[in-house]
């Protein structure tokens, strides 16, 4: 080997050895991080936080009610279930095995055992902590578990890596729910989120997005001759009511176009509320955009969410938007876990998908974008009650902040593309 040929060797040696490193420095510390915020939350509970009172739109042959309260959702998803004849169709992304976890899971037992269709959908890596004894169900409920690992032998097919994050229960085609909360005794009474109940001709789009998904996976759960979950569904469509699907399977992500659409078209506002918010440069470009044509640009984050890490790596996007005009507002005392936005007084959306990598370009998640006013309006009325609970965070104050500070979200910003 020629001496010039030694030394490119011992620089890729080097070069491999820095960036292995580096790697380990950010895991080491992101680890490192959610430990010490796990011990330091050990006994800690959320102070309470205002709420609005479900309130109801109609809309077309239909209606959306907006629920911000868990209990509130709770009650009329138990009463949709103790209620239904022929089917019920339930999909989540946590489910604890807790008390409210029980409810459900009892609700759904005592509604087979009447005769009712019950068909689950529950994702297996969200809910690896929770007791293998809850997950056996009555032989009359039909359950996917989707799986931790899907791909098989297909280790580099990047569309069988995305989680099932969406929550969705529709009941006897005539009532739908879909949004952000999961199912567990916290989310009850502790965070604040946002779900909405559909009826009328939306309902169905919503059981099609579980009918899809449970005959996409149905093959690795039941036997070949178990039948798909058909559906008889009329093709009427209320064109004020729209459902968009992230389907990683099929390499569909609508949800990212639909946001980006939205913010270039704005004029007046646009108030965003999100428990995870890492977009990618587009949107981060869009919201500077409109901020700079005067569109009154708000992002609503909780001041502290359930995975500081994600919180780290947000901050990376501040200096950006605060710079640009965009307001930012820290909910504070209690987790804000809702995906919902909207602009201009007419459109808006709510639904499963966070303003990040994971949701935007590699789950199963479903937003409905509502075209009305009045749905817009609710969503403004809860925008300003959690405004009023919130920090303001000041492009001062942010510039202000520690080196130590600015040297950790310097050294997690390489995992931004992962989250």
Request: glycine content about 6%; overall charge positive; hydrophobic content about 40%.
């Amino acid at each position: 080997m020629s001496p010039r040929s030694a030394s490119a060797d011992r620089i890729l040696r080097m070069l491999r050895r820095t960036l292995l490193g580096i790697f380990v420095v950010q895991f080491a510390l992101a680890i490192g991080m959610t430990l010490v915020d796990s011990y330091r939350r050990r006994g800690k509970k959320p102070k309470p936080f205002p709420t609005t009172a479900p309130s109801t739109v109609d809309i077309g042959d239909g209606s959306i009610t907006t629920y911000t309260y868990g209990q509130d959702l709770y009650d009329d998803m138990l009463a949709a279930i103790a209620g239904a004849r022929r089917r019920i169709l339930l999909e989540t992304y946590i489910w604890k095995g807790d008390e409210v976890g029980e409810q459900f899971k009892k609700a759904l037992a005592d509604a087979a055992a009447r005769g009712v269709e019950v068909y689950c959908i529950y994702d297996a890596f969200a809910n690896l902590v929770v007791s293998p004894r809850f997950k056996h169900f009555p032989p009359g409920i039909k359950v996917i578990r989707y799986p931790v690992y899907n791909a098989g032998w297909r280790v580099f097919d990047l569309r069988r890596y995305g989680r099932d994050h969406r929550k969705i229960l529709v009941v006897d085609d005539e009532a739908g729910f879909v949004g952000g909360y999961n199912i567990g005794t916290p989310y009850a009474t502790e965070w604040r989120d946002t779900h909405v109940r559909i009826t009328g001709p939306g309902v169905w789009d919503l059981t099609r997005t579980f009918a899809d998904f449970w005959n996409l996976h149905r093959h690795k759960r039941f036997r070949a001759s178990e039948r798909p979950l058909l559906l008889e569904t009329a093709s009427v469509w209320e064109p004020r009511i729209r459902f968009h699907r992230n389907i990683p399977r099929l390499w569909m992500f609508p949800i990212r176009s639909m946001y980006l659409e939205a913010i270039d078209r704005a004029t007046q506002n646009i108030w965003m509320t999100h428990a995870y918010f890492i977009p990618d440069q587009d949107i981060v470009d869009a919201l500077r955009r409109a901020a700079s044509r005067g569109v009154d640009v708000r992002i609503l984050l909780p001041h502290k969410s359930n995975h500081v890490v994600a919180d780290w790596i947000s901050r990376g996007y501040f200096s950006q938007l605060l710079d640009s005009g965009v307001r930012i507002f820290r909910f504070r005392e209690a987790m804000v876990h809702a995906k919902t936005s909207t602009i201009d007084g007419s459109w808006s959306t709510v639904g499963t998908a966070n303003i990040d990598r994971l949701s935007l370009q590699g789950n199963y998640e479903i937003n409905v974008e509502v075209i009305d006013s009045r749905m817009a309006a609710t969503l403004e009325e809860i925008f300003r009650t959690d405004q009023g609970h919130s920090w303001e965070l000041r492009s001062d104050e942010w510039e202000a902040r520690s080196a130590h500070r600015k040297f950790t979200e310097f050294v997690l910003a390489p995992l931004r593309p992962l989250l």
